[in-house]
C-alpha cells in the first residue's frame, strides 16, 4: 500500500560470508534493497562533504584522477590504512555513515511512496555503525572461516593474510550471531543458499505482514 512504512530488514555478515548473494535472492524475491556499502563507496566520490572529510583524514593526495577523469579515492591504500590503524577506520566510520543514514532515510520514504513491503538494508558493518537501529529484524549470514577466507581470495579482494586482517577488524562472527534475529549458514551450495534464504524469507514475510 503506498504511502506506508515499509518493514525494515537489516541483512548483515563478515568478510566472504555471502551477503551480497542472500540480499540478491531477497531481490528477487521481491524486496527492494539499499546497498549501504556501494552508497558509501558513491558518496566518497559525490558529497563534497564526505570528500573534505576524507581528504583531511588521509590527506589531498588519497584522492586520484581516474581514466574517465572523476577524482577518486584510493581505495587500495585507504584499506591499507584501516586495517592496520583501527583508529582511522573510526575516523573514516564518522565520515561517512551519517551521509549513509541521510540516504538511507529518503530510501525509506521512497520505498513507502512505492508501496514497497519490505526494504532491505545490506551492510558489512550494520551493528558497528549503529544501522540496525530501527531495523524491524536483522538477518546475519555466516559461514566457516576458512570458507570466507576462499570465497574473499577468489574474489581478488587480496590475499589469505590480507583477508585474514580485514576480517579481525570487523566484528566476530559469533557476536554478529548473538545479535541477529535470523541467521543463515553458507557452508554448501549457492543452490543451498538460495533455499535457506527462501526459508527464512517466508518467516519475515510474516513477520512483515503480522507488524
Known amino acids: 500500500m503506498k504511502g506506508t512504512v515499509p518493514y525494515l530488514l537489516g541483512v548483515t555478515g ?18 527492494r534493497v539499499f546497498e549501504a556499502d556501494n552508497v558509501a563507496r558513491e558518496l566518497q ?16 593526495e588519497i584522492y586520484f584522477r581516474d581514466a574517465s577523469g572523476v577524482l577518486v579515492p584510493d581505495r587500495k591504500k ?6 592496520s590503524f583501527p583508529e582511522k577506520l573510526a575516523e573514516l566510520n564518522k565520515a561517512v555513515h551519517p551521509a549513509v543514514f541521510r540516504e538511507f532515510t529518503r530510501a525509506v520514504k521512497k520505498a513507502g511512496d512505492d508501496g514497497v513491503r ?3 538494508k545490506e551492510a558489512a558493518i550494520l551493528f558497528e555503525a549503529g544501522g540496525d537501529r530501527g531495523m524491524d529484524a536483522v538477518i546475519v549470514v555466516a559461514a566457516d572461516m576458512q570458507r ?18 580485514r576480517i579481525a577488524s570487523q566484528l566476530p562472527q ?9 541467521v ?6 549457492e543452490e543451498e543458499l538460495k533455499k535457506e534464504t527462501e526459508s527464512v524469507y517466508s518467516k519475515v514475510l510474516l513477520a512483515a505482514q503480522l507488524s
Open 45 to 60: 566520490i559525490h558529497d563534497p562533504e564526505v570528500v573534505s572529510a576524507i581528504s583531511l583524514i588521509f590527506g589531498q
Open 184 to 189: 543463515i549458514m553458507n557452508n554448501g551450495s
Open 118 to 120: 519490505i526494504l532491505v
Open 148 to 165: 570466507r577466507i576462499e570465497r574473499a581470495v577468489r574474489k581478488g579482494l587480496g590475499s589469505a593474510e590480507e583477508i585474514k586482517k
Open 174 to 182: 559469533e557476536q554478529l550471531i548473538e545479535k541477529a534475529d535470523y
Open 14 to 31: 563478515g568478510l566472504g560470508s555471502g551477503k551480497s548473494t542472500v540480499c540478491r535472492f531477497l531481490s528477487e524475491l521481491g524486496c
Open 78 to 83: 585507504i584499506a591499507s590504512i584501516v586495517f
